[in-house]
Every structure is written in C-alpha cells, then in structure tokens.
C-alpha cells in the first residue's frame, strides 16, 4: 500500500467543507467579522446551514445573545482581509474599520452583510443545544443576496496551517439533482 498513516490531528484538512466566509454578528450596536471555514448545508428549502464557532471565538457570545448573524462570501481579492480578520480579535479591534470592509444594512437581522463580498446570507440560529458541547449551531437562511455581475467567483477554502486553495476549473458532471 502507498498510503502512509495521517495523525488524526491532521484529518479537518481532507474534508474541507466549503468556501471560507466572512460570519458578521452584532451586538448593542458593535458589529464583529470572523474568518470561518467549518459549515456545511444540512437541509435546502428552507436553507440550513450547521456551523461550528468555538466558544473561544468572540463571536461566539453575540451569536449565542442575539441569535443571529450573516455569512458572507468572498473571493479571492479579498484574502489579505479574510486571513487578517481570521487572525485578529473582535475583543479590541473594529475589523471593519481595520480591513476597509463595508458593512451594509440587512434586511431581516441585525448583523450587517459585507459589501466587498460577492454573497450574502442573513440567518438566524434554530438550535444551539450543541453549541456548549460541539460549539455547533443550526442556522435558518432567512435571506440571500448575491452580486449578479461576478459569474465565476473565485473563492478560498481552507485546507489547514495558513493554507488555502482558490476555487478553479469548473466542470459539468450528469446528475438529476438541479
């Protein structure tokens, strides 16, 4: 065999689940930016998304408080803020300020989206009960907004230890699926 043993410590880098987000939550009027990469879809209609936020994250007691936030989606021209946002702490820094993000009103929470992204989602947590044990949260997609003009985004994805890999060729399997 040509395989070689991976410590388990190692296995979050094979099962890297989706692009990086920008996650913005807001609370008595501070809005905050974290850098996530552990979500995954859990149901389509309506739009479900788990999501692990560590309890050691500032985010993590604004989105436990107001149960809400949004996920925003960047592209690769935005790496530079992404990596500083996920390497810097809300605690004491206006992230927003910090890496020239635009924070925009939405419409159905509190949290502002992020108008350098090409996406938007404002949700709303549905369950926590495993956010003390697992810190994961259950959100409701309750809006999406998307910039129509960017047809082939470029987007990160984690792949561990300051690594990332950018979204490339896209191909076109059969599937009956929509």
Known sequence: MRK???PLSDV???LEP???VLITTADKGRADI???SWHTMIDFEPPLIGCVISNRNFSFGPLMKTKECTINIPTVELSSAVAGCGNTSGRDTDKFKRFHLTPVAASRVKAPLIDECYASLECRVIDAKMAGK???FILKVLKAWIDPAQKNPK???HRGNGKFMVAGKTVTLRSRAK
């Open 18 to 20: 989706g692009p990086v």
């Open 12 to 14: 979050y880098r094979l």
């Open 34 to 36: 974290m850098t996530q």
């Open 134 to 136: 697992y810190n994961l």
């Open 4 to 6: 070689k043993s991976l």
């Open 155 to 157: 987007t990160l994805h």
